[in-house]
């Protein structure tokens, strides 16, 4: 097997959410880029129709497109039967979609927001990941990416609802790895602060962004494209023997 080939990812399909924008449309761009079949899921069908076209553009028919909501069971599992439906299989889950609903102290937040982070972030990446192992990779194998947060991994002030959520998908992550391995490989990507609009309340911060480059080594923050090549690498062959792993991509530190 040639070096190039192990990075390959032809003949696979992969299941990308919150590929509307952001780091899920980077992601899912950087699989079909690498000869991946994408399926591209958020909550909207317009936006994710843009963002197909936007990919088979480029890459003819590499993309499709199916609206659910990441937290709600019935959408999630009309979103794998839909992906099966179509292709037979799924080869590569990346579970990116999040929320964060509020900002500031943790005892300050309502349940409420609790409960939309929760579902969203943690309990719809176990529903997905369930239907998604029993639909297909139980039998076939695979490669699940989490997209978790440098959050889950060391406290920040404003963030704290949505960091404990990242914190349970990093320890699902490594949890599944275990109880997998051999047949479906499960890692994590843990970004720091990254230029999309999902995080604009902390880059489009001046004292935040301040912060946080001073005490970066690369002085800036990450772009999108930046996170979508490691979670490429870590579905591919090349990875083959990376199970279970937090791959931290923050420029070597500097969050707020």
Same mark, same amino acid.
């Given at each position: 097997m040639s070096e190039h080939s192990r990075f390959s990812l032809d003949g696979r399909v992969a299941l990308v959410t919150g590929a509307s924008r952001g780091i899920g449309s980077a992601i899912a761009l950087a699989l079909a880029e690498q000869g991946a079949q994408v399926v591209l899921s958020s909550r909207k069908q317009a936006d994710l129709e843009v963002e197909a076209e936007r990919i088979n553009s480029r890459f003819p028919q590499r993309a499709v497109a199916i609206a659910a909501h990441a937290g709600k069971a019935e959408d999630l599992q009309r979103l794998v039967d839909g992906a099966i439906a179509r292709f037979g299989r799924i080869d590569i889950l990346v579970n990116n979609a999040a929320t964060n609903p509020y900002f500031g102290p943790v005892l300050s937040a309502e349940l409420s927001a609790w409960d939309k982070t929760f579902e969203v972030n943690l309990r719809g990446v176990f529903l997905l990941t369930k /239907?998604?192992? %029993?639909?297909?990779?139980?039998?076939?194998?695979?490669a699940i990416v989490n997209v978790a947060s440098v959050g889950g991994l060391r406290p920040g002030l404003g963030l704290?609802?949505?960091?404990?959520?990242?914190?349970g998908v990093i320890m699902?992550?490594?949890? /599944?790895?275990? %109880?997998?391995?051999?047949?479906?490989?499960?890692?994590?990507?843990?970004p720091g602060l990254v230029k999309t609009r999902f995080a604009e309340a902390l880059w489009g911060n001046e004292a935040i962004l301040e912060r946080v480059l001073a005490a970066n080594p690369m002085g800036r923050i990450g772009m999108p494209d930046e996170i979508a090549g490691a979670v490429a690498f870590l579905a591919s062959d090349a990875a083959s023997y990376i199970n279970g792993e937090v791959l931290v991509i923050d420029g070597g530190g500097g969050e707020p």
């Open positions: /239907l998604v192992y %029993e639909a297909s990779m139980e039998k076939k194998g695979g704290g609802v949505y960091n404990v959520t990242k914190a699902l992550t490594r949890q /599944l790895a275990r %109880e997998l391995g051999g047949t479906v490989r499960v890692n994590a990507v843990a």
